[in-house]
T-cell receptor, first 111, second 109 residues
Framework: NAGVTQTPKFRVLKTGQSMTLLCAQDMNHEYMYWYRQDPGMGLRLIHYSVGEGTTAKGEVPDGYNVSRLKKQNFLLGLESAAPSQTSVYFC??????????FGPGTRLTVL | QKEVEQDPGPLSVPEGAIVSLNCTYSNSAFQYFMWYRQYSRKGPELLMYTYSSGNKEDGRFTAQVDKSSKYISLFIRDSQPSDSATYLCARMNNNDMRFGAGTRLTVKP
């Protein structure tokens, strides 16, 4: 039982490049979330999904897109990376609206 | 003003001390309050959660919620060096989860 896993662990992009972050969970959770964590700002919700095929915007959605084609996977895409998107990205999942379990994070640097 | 305010510290205590970590929140709508522990370069780990006022105890940890003053606390008894981490408080209402910025705690042997 791996819980929540994230791929990749680290990535460096140049401004304007695109990439996709993958989150996978094996707990059969319906709800999945993407957060970013920046110094002094805490964790901020980017997008979330309440089930396969659904997505919704969180607190800071601009510049990101998401997809939930399979229940166990939640993808976060950056179409044209900007230096302001340099951050640590965390995925989380939960059973309904109960407290969430987090993955280990992806450290992204945009030059 | 952030919805959940948390003193960032850093907080440094000797081993065995009682630690008090505190947060205030502004939005009265909530389902749960949570405390997460985050070790350096790791993901947040759920420590405790509560959905009512009063105290909830789990081993050396006690979570306390005072809805009248919009204040939540985490107490750590007999603190250990392994408790050194950043502690995040969070408020959850349906899918809306808001975090404090975290308090960095160091417990010195």
């Amino acid at each position: 039982n791996a819980g929540v896993t994230q791929t990749p662990k680290f990535r460096v992009l140049k401004t304007g490049q695109s990439m996709t972050l993958l989150c996978a969970q094996d707990m059969n959770h319906e709800y999945m979330y993407w957060y970013r964590q920046d110094p002094g700002m805490g964790l901020r919700l980017i997008h979330y999904s309440v089930g396969e095929g659904t997505t919704a915007k969180g607190e800071v959605p601009d510049g990101y897109n998401v997809s939930r084609l399979k229940k166990q996977n939640f993808l976060l895409g950056l179409e044209s990376a900007a230096p302001s998107q340099t951050s640590v990205y965390f995925c989380a999942s939960s059973y309904s609206t109960r407290p969430q379990f987090f993955g280990p994070g992806t450290r992204l640097t945009v030059l | 003003q952030k919805e959940v305010e948390q003193d960032p510290g850093p907080l440094s205590v000797p081993e065995g001390a009682i630690v008090s970590l505190n947060c205030t929140y502004s939005n009265s709508a909530f389902q749960y309050f949570m405390w997460y522990r985050q070790y350096s370069r790791k993901g947040p780990e759920l420590l405790m959660y509560t959905y009512s006022s009063g105290n909830k105890e789990d081993g050396r940890f006690t979570a306390q919620v005072d809805k009248s003053s919009k204040y939540i606390s985490l107490f750590i008894r007999d603190s250990q060096p392994s408790d050194s981490a950043t502690y995040l408080c969070a408020r959850m209402n349906n899918n809306d989860m808001r975090f404090g910025a975290g308090t960095r705690l160091t417990v010195k042997p």
